[in-house]
T-cell receptor, first 115, second 113 residues
Framework: ETGVTQTPRHLVMGMTNKKSLKCEQHLGHNAMYWYKQSAKKPLELMFVYNFKEQTENNSVPSRFSPECPNSSHLFLHLHTLQPEDSALYLC??????????????FGEGSRLTVL | SQQGEEDPQALSIQEGENATMNCSYKTSINNLQWYRQNSGRGLVHLILIRSNEREKHSGRLRVTLDTSKKSSSLLITASRAADTASYFCATDDSGGGADGLTFGKGTHLIIQP
C-alpha cells in the first residue's frame, strides 16, 4: 500500500467510448503525475501537476485530457482513443518536484485496452 | 527523449548471487533514483543518490554514481527469489527544467531458486 490509489485497475473500451481514470493520494503531497507504460518502451511522462496547476504536458494528444481538482485527486479523461493507446497508465505523487529531489510514490496502475 | 538507459536488459542469476545493473544518462542531473516494479504493478522507490554523492547503501542495495561518466550502478547482494522484478533508473533534468522524472527501459531480473 503506497498511499496512491488508482481506479479502475482494468478498463476495456472501444475507440468511440469516453471513460476516465481516477487517482487519489493520501500522502499530503503537492505534485501528481500521469505516466504511460507500454510494452518494451520506457515509461513516458504525460502530465505533471503541482499545487493543482499543470506544469508539464509532454506533447500528449488531445484525446487524453487531465484534470486536477485538488492536490489529492487526479483524473485522466479518455475519448476517441486508438488501439496503440493500450497500455498501463500509472499515477504518481511526490512531496516535491523531481528537480527538487522528489521521490515518486506510484499507484498500482490502470491497465487500459482499446479495441 | 530517453534519459536513462539500463544495462543489461535482462539478467538471470542463482539465488544467493549478487546482481549488478547499470544505468547511463545523458544530461546533467540533481539526483538519480532507482525503482523496482513487480510484473503488472506500480513502481516502488528503492534509493536516491544526489549528484554530489558517489555511493549509497540501503540494506542489501548499493548504488554508485559517476557524474563524469554519466552512469550509475545498482548492486543487490545475496539475491533472493523475491528480488525477481524489473529495475529502473530515473533521473531529473537539472538543465532542462523538467518537473518529472525520466525513466529508462529497465532491467528485468530473474532470481533462480
Amino acid at each position: 500500500e503506497t498511499g496512491v490509489t488508482q481506479t479502475p485497475r482494468h478498463l476495456v473500451m472501444g475507440m468511440t467510448n469516453k471513460k476516465s481514470l481516477k487517482c487519489e493520494q493520501h500522502l499530503g503531497h503537492n505534485a501528481m503525475y500521469w505516466y504511460k507504460q507500454s510494452a518494451k518502451k520506457p515509461l513516458e511522462l504525460m502530465f505533471v501537476y503541482n499545487f493543482k496547476e499543470q506544469t508539464e504536458n509532454n506533447s500528449v494528444p488531445s484525446r487524453f485530457s487531465p484534470e486536477c481538482p485538488n492536490s489529492s485527486h487526479l483524473f485522466l479523461h479518455l475519448h476517441t482513443l486508438q488501439p496503440e493507446d493500450s497500455a498501463l497508465y500509472l499515477c504518481a505523487s511526490s512531496q516535491e518536484l523531481a528537480w527538487q529531489t522528489g521521490e515518486l510514490f506510484f499507484g498500482e496502475g490502470s491497465r487500459l485496452t482499446v479495441l | 527523449s530517453q534519459q536513462g538507459e539500463e544495462d543489461p536488459q535482462a539478467l538471470s542469476i542463482q539465488e544467493g548471487e549478487n546482481a549488478t545493473m547499470n544505468c547511463s544518462y545523458k544530461t546533467s542531473i540533481n539526483n538519480l533514483q532507482w525503482y523496482r516494479q513487480n510484473s503488472g504493478r506500480g513502481l516502488v522507490h528503492l534509493i536516491l543518490i544526489r549528484s554530489n554523492e558517489r555511493e549509497k547503501h540501503s540494506g542489501r542495495l548499493r548504488v554508485t554514481l559517476d557524474t563524469s561518466k554519466k552512469s550509475s550502478s545498482l548492486l543487490i547482494t545475496a539475491s533472493r527469489a523475491a528480488d525477481t522484478a524489473s529495475y529502473f533508473c530515473a533521473t531529473d533534468d537539472s538543465g532542462g527544467g523538467a518537473d518529472g522524472l525520466t525513466f529508462g527501459k529497465g532491467t528485468h531480473l530473474i532470481i533462480q531458486p
